[in-house]
């Protein structure tokens, strides 16, 4: 059984990997082929930069989706 804190955190950590994953599409390649360095480089550090986008978004009350993922988590646990 997960705590009211875990469950939160869980959910949290769930729309923040979703954000990240809509803003790596997002992006694109409209970050520049150089701004991190080489095109491997870039690649690392973008995948970085968008995934820290991603939990920053859902710590500032993200789009929506933790509430509903903790929601669906809490009526899991009644069953």
């Given at each position: 059984r997960m705590s009211e804190a875990q469950i939160k955190q869980t959910a949290q950590d769930f729309e923040a990997m979703f954000v990240a994953q809509m803003l790596e599409q997002m992006f694109g390649d409209s970050l520049g082929t150089e701004?991190?360095?080489?095109?491997?480089?870039?690649?690392?550090?973008?995948?970085l930069m968008v995934e820290e986008y991603g939990k920053q978004i859902a710590r500032s009350g993200g789009?929506?989706?933790?509430?509903?993922?903790?929601?669906?988590?809490?009526?899991?646990q009644e069953i």
């Open positions: 701004l991190f360095g080489d095109e491997e480089t870039n690649e690392v550090y973008k995948g789009i929506g989706i933790a509430d509903y993922v903790r929601a669906e988590l809490l009526k899991q």
